[in-house]
């Protein structure tokens, strides 16, 4: 029914003021509530106290159970009203009118002026007593719903699932009643069972459910070493990393402050352990200077350097950590960054360019480390450096001294037989200030001669040219010239930081460089001419670029943007290095 509202109250100066509202619905609500159509205070008015139905034929009021209202001065409880009929509710008058062309029903509005202040605040509170409810009932009805939605139901549910059972499909499932959502890598293992990590009913993720999962994952300090320090009981691995509390980055914490709690006091937390104090990324002493890892060569067992066993140098090595200031590789390669990178005497055989950096460095998947340099994939590439003692030889084995001096007897032994025999005639690169040997006149024996300019040629491959160019060769003075001379193993440092975070992919735009010019700027090698020089720059360089606060030009870094909470495991750091 299309329904005039009119409100009548008086104005300022005595006359009464007008307000119409146009409705249409079906029924009307009368009452003290702020959502009735219909809002009327006063003494006595109920929340929910009648509803108007009906037409312009027959308009009836129906008020609920055990509430009245007056019509026409008599209380009733439901009735017709008819246009003239005046209806009182707690001091308000509803007088229904004459309704003008295009509405059903009219009916002036007239409310109690004399209303309270306490009925406006009574108006927005929730009575019980205006319900269908009493108190008792509805501490039953609430009560069983509690316990059947919030034990029965989920029990229910959860009970054949952890049996190994399927659930009904009229149950919910474990997402019903999650506490928030999971990261995606949790949630991709675990799935919609809360059991996956919940192992027990009502309890906490025990630490043995990560590790189930987190097999690699190892504790800040090891359980060796933890009663020497004052750190007390673990904590749980949920007490930092919290699921269904923040978003997916924040479950791995990054405040600084959580290191520096006792990084900063080292001497009191740490004790025996000696670990260095750190209270800040800032210059000594609140930062250490950096400490590099080593790859050295350790003393012989029980031999002198040199001894060989079973045809091979015995060559023991462990990683030594030592200060970037004195630190010195001993990784028996001779090399010279100076020469490689000066193309005076240096060009690469395509293009004749200088050599750069990523001719020889090729960065990894992980962007932290690169491809360890090898003989056969970076020196050999392109034909920079082909192991030919003449360029009719064939190419020498690489990495076995006994296979190399036999090959060269075998070329001399063959010329010798047969002069004429086709041999290889590819042109090799040379060494810088290589020269090619011319062969020495010999009025012996063919085979004698042969063997003569073998031994020749060998004894220069090792002492002079060729291995001796970048080796450290031990002649032996064996009178069994295959088993003379043996080559000290090369094993290069793969990881200067093992425990460290750096990303070189990051670096590889520096402010205005990039390329070879991002990487000298850290990387000073264009002086060096010493393969024992360690090119790692040390804590001023990095704070060149870097602070622990926002500051202009500079970029900010956290602990845990170098550093791990969780140490690498035994098998991560034994790949700190790599044998060529």
Known sequence: MEVLLRQMRPGPDGAVEFQDTELSADALSVGSGPDCTIQLLGEGVAPRHATIRGGREQLS????????????????????????????????????????AGFDVAIEVEANTQVAASAFEQAFRTDLSATWLTK????????SLVLLLGLLVPYSSIAPQRAGRSIPAFLPSDQFWTAGTLIPAHELAAGKRCGSCHEQLFGHVRDAACKDCHKAIADHVEDSKLHQTSLGEKQRCAECHREHHESPAGLIIRDDQLCTDCHAKSDSKFGPLKVQPVSAFSPSPAHPAFTVS???????????????????VRVDWQVRREPIASAREQSNLMFSHAQHLDPTHVTRTDDGGALGCADCHTPEPDGEHFVPVTMQRSCGTAGCHELRFDPRAPQMPHGNPRDAILLIQDYFV????????????????????EDVQQESPCAGPSFQCALQRAQTEIESQFKTRGCGGCHNVIDTHNNDLSARFQVWPVRLTRDYFPDVRFSHQLHAVQKDKSGDAACLSCHAVKKSD???????????????????????????????????????????????????
Do not use: M
Request: aromatic letters at 2%.
């Open 61 to 100: 009021i129906i008020c609920r159970r055990g509430r009245k209202v007056a019509l026409n001065g008599k209380p009733v409880g439901s009735a017709a009203i008819q246009v003239g009929d005046l209806v009182e509710i707690g001091g308000n008058r509803l007088r229904r009118v004459e309704p003008p």
């Open 414 to 433: 063959r010329r010798a037989v047969d002069p004429n025999k086709p041999l290889a005639t590819l042109e090799r690169r040379r060494l810088p200030d």
């Open 530 to 580: 010493s393969s024992a020089d360690v090119f790692v720059p040390d804590l001023p360089k990095c704070l060149e670029c870097h602070s622990e606060r926002l500051q202009t030009d500079r970029v900010t870094l956290q602990c845990s943007s170098c550093h791990t909470y969780h140490p690498k495991t035994i098998i991560g750091r034994l790949r700190e290095a790599e044998v060529q």
């Open 136 to 143: 008792r009932s509805a501490a039953w009805v609430v009560g």
């Open 294 to 312: 080593l790859v050295k060569p350790r003393a012989t067992r029980g031999e002198a350097p040199g001894v060989t066993e079973n045809g091979a």
